[in-house]
């Protein structure tokens, strides 16, 4: 199982660039990387996902190293509604993956005035 | 274009009883996970419902049972409740065959168990 490591708890302030890194040095080869934001009382929801390099949206991006055993998701200019625990997950490619993918106790990003 | 939909949003049961959540996949979706969220930490998986048949499961009892319809929505049963069943139970679709397997959750289903 390709277990994740990243920080408790973060803060910072509404306007700020924030990066949240999360360790995976035992990633496999067919392993994506995914990262999730969850409100409380509410279900997980899907931010971005990358395989290696730099991902890019509307909301975020995703940058992976060569040897991919890291990822760092960056929230451009925060504001108060991204106060949420954030989710890095790692999974192969195959529908049969759920079982593999631990979600552990993830970041709680907490952002202040 | 729905997304993943659970009912009900509350619940409130008794030791002992029996307890059924449904969920509904987002359109499109044709795979549906299920997961217990207690306060605090993250999801745990439960199992993985795919073509009306259990494909995969976590480290959860006998007591935890599901169900897949044609229409691919899905229910998930547990018998003899326990007080540390008390969590928010989410449901996740995907599509098999889609990049990375990408879970779609829906908002949850609240048991407390007294």
């Known amino acids: 199982l390709a277990k994740t490591t990243q920080p408790i708890s973060m803060d910072s302030y509404e306007g700020q660039e924030v990066n949240i890194t999360c360790s995976h040095n035992?990633?496999?080869?067919?392993?994506?990387i995914t990262w999730y934001q969850q409100f409380p009382s509410q279900g997980p929801r899907f931010i971005i996902q990358?395989?290696?390099t730099k991902v890019t949206n509307e909301v975020a991006s995703l940058f992976i190293p060569a040897d991919r055993k890291s990822s760092t998701l960056s929230l451009p200019r925060v504001s108060l509604s991204d106060t949420a625990v954030y989710y890095c997950?790692?999974?192969?490619?195959?529908?049969?993956?759920?079982?593999?993918?631990?979600f552990g106790s993830g970041t709680r990003l907490s952002i202040r005035p | 274009d729905a997304g993943v939909t659970q009912s009900p949003t509350h619940l409130i049961k008794t030791r002992g009883q029996q307890v059924t959540l449904r969920c509904s996949p987002k359109?499109?979706?044709?795979?549906v996970s299920w997961y217990q969220q207690a306060l605090g930490q993250g999801p745990q998986f439960i199992f993985q419902?795919?073509?009306?048949?259990?494909?995969q499961r976590g480290n959860f009892p006998d007591r935890f049972s599901g169900h897949q319809f044609p229409n691919y929505s899905s229910e998930l049963n547990v018998n003899a409740l326990l007080l540390g069943d008390s969590a928010l139970y989410l449901c996740?679709?995907?599509?098999?065959?889609?990049?990375?397997?990408?879970?779609?959750f829906g908002p949850g289903t609240r048991l407390l168990v007294l």
């Open positions: 035992n990633i496999a080869t067919n392993d994506y």
């Open positions: 997950l790692v999974g192969d490619m195959e529908y049969s993956s759920a079982s593999k993918i631990i």
């Open positions: 359109s499109g979706h044709d795979t």
């Open positions: 990358g395989y290696k």
């Open positions: 996740a679709s995907s599509l098999v065959g889609g990049q990375g397997e990408t879970q779609y």
């Open positions: 419902y795919y073509e009306e048949e259990e494909r």
